[in-house]
């Protein structure tokens, strides 16, 4: 980057975390000049009234510039590129640039936006830059990413069953909170004057196991040292897309010891497909105390197709991950395979590349009796030798992706069409 090239951090955080306050008091702090640009989903920008009322920035100084009516993370994409193009485009006097994204935001597509461009959002930055040398928004560059969680009600938050509207599009808010968590370098947990040390604890040791590079800030009243947030130089696309615990536990399995407030890992591996009757059971009753499970399973009444699971706090999500390489044709099956070599060793005479694998992040999780849950859901040695076809599959039916998208054996599980993930409750 270059010397003078503006950072820009950008603050998340579900409705009521606290990140305007944040935001005031690192205007009121910090000696630096900060241009801030604040997202709001209602016509009127009420938190860009805030921070006008509540600092000696003003939007007629075109310091303050509001998106309201949308959101920055999905329709409101190109506006904001428009308007950070202008800012660093202009005779600027500031600093650094805070972006204050709405509470439904995904701080993901943020990113990528502000690292690649509207156009190019599919795109790994790090191999752009690599492979062209260009940066593709120029005068400023992300710097840090920034999540505010509150810590009064985050248990709440995570075991909710409320749905945000995010114009139209519904967020489930434990799913939300855990991306907003999992995508980030710093994670300010505020409002810790309103919890005791030990829920303080329990709530680290959660935030630990689901972004484990982030640092964890603790806060009341949104007050932070505006160094801990502002040009950190923290910021790594790849790393932080990469970084979440769950994608951790699945590139390298083993089980946490048991840790003193109960936060722990599994992962849960098989070679032979669920009953879908058994399993979707299973997913309608998903314990409470599972934060976040993710990967992919095999299920008996679809022997082709790899299926992903994303489960965060209440929200339940499957989607289509590909077809197993052993059920594609043959000549293309053996380019795959020469492409992938690791395969060989864990590919099975009989299943080939089919298997399950799906790691659980929870508190006070008994290991035992999830793994027995899960195995239970498995055909048994006499259901390997039924016809599959006479089960019941009450799963969503999916458009095959294209056949390039297939999911290995060793996947993260991850590789999914994320479009048409859909959330189940499977039983209704």
């Known amino acids: 980057m270059e010397d003078d090239s503006i950072p820009v951090t950008v603050l998340s955080g579900t409705l009521g975390a606290g990140k305007t306050t944040v935001l005031n008091h690192m205007l009121s702090e910090t000696d630096r000049d900060l241009a801030v640009l604040v997202n709001d989903m209602g016509e009127v920008n009420v938190d860009a009234d805030r921070v006008a009322e509540s600092s000696d920035i003003a939007d007629e100084d075109e310091e303050l510039v509001e998106l309201s009516n949308g959101c920055i993370c999905c329709e409101l994409r190109g506006d904001l590129l428009d308007a950070i193009g202008e800012l660093t485009a202009s005779d600027r006097a500031f600093d650094a640039l805070v972006v204050e994204s709405t509470g439904v935001a995904e701080p993901l597509p943020v990113a990528q936006t502000l690292t690649l461009g509207f156009d190019q959002s599919d795109l790994d930055p790090t191999e752009f830059y690599e492979e062209t040398g260009i940066e593709p928004l120029e005068g400023c560059h992300l710097d840090t990413t920034v999540t505010v969680v509150d810590a009064h009600q985050f248990h709440e938050a995570m075991q909710s069953d409320e749905i945000l509207d995010d114009d139209g599009t519904e967020k489930h808010l434990g799913d939300l909170l855990v991306e907003q968590v999992e995508f980030c370098d710093v994670l300010l947990l505020n409002k810790c004057d309103l919890v005791d040390e030990e829920?303080?604890?329990?709530?680290?040791?959660?935030?630990?196991?689901?972004?484990?590079?982030?640092?964890?800030?603790?806060?009341?009243?949104?007050?932070?040292?505006?160094?801990?947030?502002?040009?950190?130089?923290?910021?790594?696309f790849e790393e932080a897309s990469q970084s979440a615990g769950w994608i951790r536990e699945l590139q390298q399995p083993h089980e946490t010891a048991e840790e003193e407030h109960g936060v722990t890992s599994l992962v849960f591996e098989a070679r032979r497909p669920f009953h879908p009757e058994r399993f979707a059971d299973l997913l309608d009753e998903f314990p409470d105390n599972v934060v976040r499970s993710k990967g992919h399973f095999w299920i008996a009444s679809r022997e082709d197709d790899v299926i992903t699971v994303n489960v965060a706090g209440q929200s339940v999500r499957v989607a289509p991950g590909g077809r197993w390489l052993d059920a594609l044709p043959a000549e293309e099956r053996e380019q795959q395979l020469e492409a992938n070599p690791e395969?060989?060793?864990?590919?099975?005479?009989?299943?080939?590349?089919?298997?399950?694998?799906?790691?659980?992040?929870?508190?006070?999780?008994?290991?035992?009796?999830?793994?027995?849950?899960?195995?239970?859901?498995?055909?048994?040695?006499?259901?390997?030798?039924?016809?599959?076809?006479?089960?019941?599959?009450?799963?969503?039916?999916?458009?095959?992706?294209?056949?390039?998208?297939?999911?290995?054996?060793?996947?993260?599980?991850?590789?999914?069409?994320?479009?048409?993930?859909?959330e189940i409750g499977i039983a209704d």
Request: glycine share 4%; proline share 3%; charged share 40%.
């Open 343 to 422: 395969l060989e060793a864990v590919w099975h005479d009989r299943w080939g590349d089919r298997n399950v694998r799906l790691v659980l992040i929870g508190t006070e999780m008994d290991h035992d009796a999830l793994r027995a849950d899960l195995a239970d859901c498995l055909l048994t040695d006499a259901e390997l030798e039924e016809d599959w076809s006479t089960y019941e599959d009450r799963f969503p039916t999916f458009e095959r992706p294209d056949e390039d998208d297939e999911v290995p054996a060793e996947s993260d599980g991850d590789a999914t069409a994320e479009d048409q993930q859909e």
């Open 199 to 236: 829920r303080l604890a329990k709530i680290e040791e959660t935030l630990e196991m689901l972004q484990p590079r982030a640092k964890i800030v603790r806060t009341e009243h949104g007050h932070v040292d505006s160094e801990e947030l502002l040009e950190t130089d923290r910021f790594d």
